[in-house]
């Protein structure tokens, strides 16, 4: 995976509510780089900048010209959002070694046209993302899941897949990744016509008529 860059700024360590909020009002977003390199590093990230890396590779290694020390390959490791409009608070960047094994997820492409769905099947995903152990430069942008020969009621389990040499799955082998459903059958219920017999005159013509001539 090549590295992707990202333009930061140094800030204050301690922002008051409406510093951060200013901050944020410039299109930029509060940071923080943990490292052994760097100890810990607090900065201004260009918000379009960063959505635009989140859009289109989250796990891809950042090299970040840190402030006082220079270029250093950082990988995102937490992002606060708004709970109400999902905007950017604040993002956590992890200073990576490129000669040390990193443990990071990697997304998932289904490729194929699934034996099952062309008979009606659905073909329905468990897992998006897998997790994976190895050197910063063999993360793969994603890893491919062949579902060509599934048929109905067919499975691929995490144990299926294949990586590239020098990549280590660290999920469990028996997790389901994907499977096809059969298609339910459509049930009707037969409503059964109820008869609903009509209740009887109180008193019948014959009835009444009889009672007119006692009386």
């Known amino acids: 995976m090549a590295a992707t860059s990202l333009k ?70 937490e992002i606060q959002r708004d709970k109400v409009n999902r905007s950017l608070l604040h993002i956590d960047f992890h200073q990576i070694n490129m000669d040390e094994p990193v443990r990071t997820s990697v997304p998932l492409d289904f490729v194929g046209d ?7 099947g659905m073909l329905q995903i468990q897992m998006h993302e897998l997790e994976i152990r190895c050197l910063p430069h063999l993360i793969p942008s994603s890893i491919a899941v062949d579902v060509t020969a599934l048929d109905l009621g067919g499975t691929v389990l995490v144990g299926d897949i294949t990586v590239p040499a020098g990549i280590e ?3 469990d082998p028996g997790d389901v990744v994907v499977t096809v459903l059969a298609p339910q059958k459509e049930v009707v219920e037969e409503v059964e016509a109820v008869e609903v017999e009509e209740p009887k005159a109180e008193k019948t013509a014959e009835a009444a008529a009889e009672a007119e001539t006692v009386s």
């Open 8 to 77: 930061v700024e140094a800030r204050d360590e301690k922002l008051t509510k409406s510093e951060v909020k200013k901050l944020r009002s410039e299109g930029k977003v509060p940071g923080v780089v943990y490292g052994k390199k760097v100890g810990a590093l607090t900065i201004a990230v260009d918000t379009k900048e960063l959505l635009s890396l989140l859009r289109s590779n989250p796990k891809a290694i950042v090299e970040m010209d840190l402030p006082q020390n220079g270029k250093q390959p950082v990988m995102i490791h």
């Open 114 to 120: 699934s034996t099952g769905v062309r008979e009606g």
């Open 169 to 171: 799955i660290k999920a």
